[in-house]
């Protein structure tokens, strides 16, 4: 061994660098589950493509004793590696080493490699796993906070970024994946909350175990703070390299291509949507019925499943799918189905991802519940998000289009380029039996035979507008195609609009609804 590297080795060891905050500590951290920090990110990247820095930071801290304690790399793991070989930069919090907890120095690492990852136009890919901010710091890790939260926005849109929650990620920290665009949950590891149990005990006076109030899967199914749910820290990691795959590294770079394959011949587009109107399907199956390779990443599977969205690709060239879900709510948009599909969009237009939109849909969700958790506000965000994203907007009307849910499906009003129905698209304000008992109330209200009048009035109306023709005499829709074209029309739009040019007025910004 070289002088240079016994003396690498030497100061290696008096950093306690690699044990991280010790065999009793490591002991612990394996006890719950949990993979350590240093193994995390092995088992993410690319083998040996792992580059640490910052090995040598320490805290600066002598307020309660802290002059004593050493605390290995300050409680946090930074560097740049590669995930399927593309390059990534990333963090993970070491919660052997004082609970993860967050001071001034652990904040400035990562605030480092948050601004290597803008500078270079690299993914942010950061595990969390702490206590919070570090007790004994005080105002200066507060501070360490909030300049973590001040670059999750500037990054935001600029590099995908990517949270990893595998631990406690309480109190004002959560703000930080909150933030970012991808937050992954493990299934009994993961724990998110503002204010925790005791804190909850003692405010409120009710006993709440941290599972029950920020576990993976609360925070999949009730909440939508999570987009990706796994039993383990291995199919976690799994999840997040496929990701990568899908989407590029900055907004100036397009997703990278793949080898264009064809949807596998047990996805039949013919055979998904059923002969009977009213019967449900599962939009994902079609999805895969038109997808190369029927690979489909889907994004917040478990939240707000009356609408579905994820990545996929056309020909090789990563696309984002909007659809809605007829068998959960008939796939009407509500408040969470809005606010998912208004993120994704806004994601997929700053990444240049072009967006296909599926329309089966009643409309939007009636009720008291609904208008007083705020439909309008948050049924108004993917109104805005469609019609700000300039990236290229296929839309595809399979069946229902009627009312509010035509419009704000990516319809052509929304600045979509290209707009397709198929032969059983219905697009009309309303449906049959609603308009009917509307417009005809008094001619069925006088009726010898009220239901034998109503149900002519239904059929009268449904011949009239439950199709997709009058919707193309007018230029609404821009082709009327079968199910076995839309693959074909997709791949000829999308290949069509690369070099799509759409200009804004010029603003600051837009005030979207949040
Ligand atoms: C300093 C901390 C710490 C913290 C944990 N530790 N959290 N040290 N600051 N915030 C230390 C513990 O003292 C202990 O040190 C070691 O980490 C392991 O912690 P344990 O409690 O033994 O682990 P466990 O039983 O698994 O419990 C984990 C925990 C609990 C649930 C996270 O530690 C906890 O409740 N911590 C405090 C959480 C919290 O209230 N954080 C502040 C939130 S406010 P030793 O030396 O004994 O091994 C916040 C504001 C941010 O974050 C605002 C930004 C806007």
Known sequence: MSLASQMLEFFRRKAKVILGGGEKAIEKQVAMGKLTARERITTLLDQESFHEYDLFVEHKCSDFNMDKKQLPADGVITGTGKIAGFPVCIFAQDFTVAGGSLGLAHARKITKIMDHAMKLGLPLIGINDSGGARIQEGVNSLAGYGEIFYRNTQASGVIPQISVILGPCAGGAVYSPALTDFVFVVDKIS????????????????????????????????????????????????????????????????????????????????????????????????????????????????????????????????????????????????????????????????????LITLVDLPGYLPGVDQEHAGVIRHGAKILYAYSEATVPKVTVILRKAYGGGYIAMCSRHLGADFVFAWPTAEIAVMGPEGAANIIFRNEIATADDPDAMRQSKVQEYTEKFANPYIAAANGHVDAVIGPHETREFLIHSIEISRDKQENRPQKKHGIPPF
């Open 191 to 354: 724990k998110m909350f503002i204010t925790g149990p005791e804190v909850i005990k003692t405010v409120l006076g009710e006993e709440i175990s941290m599972e029950d109030l920020g576990g993976a899967r609360v925070q999949t199914e009730i909440t939508g703070n999570a987009h990706f749910f796994a039993h383990s820290e291995e199919e976690c990691f799994e999840q997040i390299k496929r990701l990568v795959t899908f989407i590029p590294w900055n907004n100036r770079k397009r997703p990278d291509p793949f080898p264009a394959k064809p949807p596998k011949p047990e996805f039949d587009v013919e055979k998904v949507i059923p002969v009977n109107p009213r019967q449900p399907y599962d939009v994902r199956t079609l999805i895969r019925s038109i997808c190369d390779d029927s690979d489909f990443l889907e994004i917040q599977e478990h939240w707000a499943a009356n609408i579905v969205i994820g990545f996929a690709r056309l020909n090789g060239e990563t696309v984002g799918i909007v659809g809605n879900q007829p068998l959960v709510l008939a796939g009407v948009l509500d408040v969470d189905s809005s606010d998912k599909a208004a993120r994704f969009i806004r994601f997929c237009d700053a990444f240049s991802i072009p």
